[in-house]
T-cell receptor, first 113, second 113 residues
């Protein structure tokens, strides 16, 4: 079975500071990994995904994530936080095929001016 | 607009009642997924349909049921509602395989009073 664990339910950073949101996965097969963002009163929006190939994945809004198989991690980073990045972020995993996707508990990012 | 349409956006109903939530997937997507989002449980996978057939079941209660129609829209039926069923219900769609990621609707907020 596949699952993800997001470390830290709340992360607070200052505007312009590095954003680091942590995600560790558990999977018995090579995983496909995703990060989604949810703004208040909205649905989830895909930020980026890792399927195969390059382990450093770039997404929208300046975010990127690195797949590290040895550490079973897929942490999300952004060099410089912006006020508009304040939202809830979800890491997700699927084994692919016609299987469903399992989400982590989410990390709420607060950006202080 | 993500292309996934959910109606209604808000629903307030009494305990013991039955409601139907509707989802129209993004054009061309054959798979529909239903998720329940609550503060204490996070994002919980309920059920998946692919081209009219049930493909996977998650933590869906027996009081809940769903179907996908020939035009690919889907309905989630919730009956004998309890206060604890109050949550955001999201529908997501995908082309077929989960490795491509999902497109989420904006959700239906259900309040049971």
């Amino acid at each position: 079975a596949q699952s993800v664990t997001q470390l830290g339910s709340h992360v607070s950073v200052s505007e312009g500071a590095l954003v680091l949101l942590r995600c560790n996965y558990s999977s018995s097969v090579p995983p496909y990994l995703f990060w989604y963002v949810q703004y208040p009163n909205q649905g989830l929006q895909l930020l980026l995904k890792y399927t195969t190939g390059a382990t450093l994945v770039k997404g929208i809004n300046g975010f990127e994530a690195e797949f590290k198989k040895s550490e079973t991690s897929f942490h999300l980073t952004k060099p410089s936080a912006h006020m508009s990045d304040a939202a809830e972020y979800f890491c997700a995993v699927t084994p692919g095929g016609n299987n469903d996707m399992r989400f982590g508990a989410g990390t709420r990012l607060t950006v202080k001016p | 607009d993500s292309g996934v349409t959910q109606t209604p956006k808000h629903l307030i109903t009494a305990t013991g009642q039955r409601v139907t939530l509707r989802c129209s997937p993004r054009s061309g997507d054959l798979s529909v997924y239903w998720y329940q989002q609550s503060l204490d449980q996070g994002l919980q996978f309920l059920i998946q349909y692919y081209n009219g057939e049930e493909r996977a079941k998650g933590n869906i209660l027996e009081r809940f049921s769903a179907q996908q129609f020939p035009d690919l829209h889907s309905e989630l039926n919730l009956s004998s509602l309890e206060l604890g069923d109050s949550a955001l219900y999201f529908c997501a769609s995908s082309v077929g395989q989960s490795l491509y990621g999902y497109t989420f609707g904006s959700g239906t907020r259900l309040t049971v009073v």
